[in-house]
């Protein structure tokens, strides 16, 4: 060898998709985990020979949809608060720049003890709602100026805005 690490076929996102679902299938009763929570199930599961530094980064950003893409644009992970994460489900808010980007590993390209995680996910856990409106701070704004116009119909109120208006 010419003193370079050995690479491994395993991606890092698949690795941290992986173990986090398998968190999500431990846990049920959880709704995230903390990135320091996803790290050490890495570490745990011994996906690879040692704990690559590529699984922190990748739970911290690269994998997480609601983050700008630095520079990956995978859509695996949610960050739900800070330094907490779940697995993102379709309908998740994620940044504009990720559009198209992967949200689950390819069957092929990992061990096949893990293809039930995908199959779960397809089945269960992928088609449940994403954030519930009250957790979006832009949704939770919905009918937020509904008393502006409570006492006058909406365009009575409009009119009287524009008063004045050339």
Do not use: Q
């Not at 998740?92 to 779960?120: C, F, M, N, Q, S």
């Amino acid at each position: 060898m010419n003193g370079t690490k050995p690479r491994h076929e395993l991606k890092v996102a698949d690795e941290v998709w992986i173990v986090t679902a398998l968190l999500h299938r431990e846990h049920p009763e959880r709704d995230d985990f903390t990135v320091a929570e996803i790290v050490e199930r890495a570490r745990k599961e011994g996906l690879t020979p040692e704990l690559r530094p590529g699984v922190y980064v990748h739970a911290v950003v690269h994998c997480v949809a609601n983050r700008p893409p630095n520079p990956g644009r995978y859509r695996m992970l949610l960050e739900t608060g800070p330094n907490r994460r779940r697995l993102y489900r379709p309908g998740d808010p994620a940044d504009e720049a990720r559009r198209g980007g992967k949200v689950t590993p390819g069957r092929a390209a990992i061990p096949a003890r893990y293809h039930r995680l995908l199959d779960w996910y397809e089945k269960e856990y992928g088609g449940r709602r994403g954030l519930k409106p009250e957790a979006d701070p832009l949704l939770a704004l919905r009918g937020s100026g509904r008393d502006l116009w409570a006492s006058e119909p909406a365009d009575r109120y409009v009119r009287r805005l524009r008063e004045g208006w050339e």
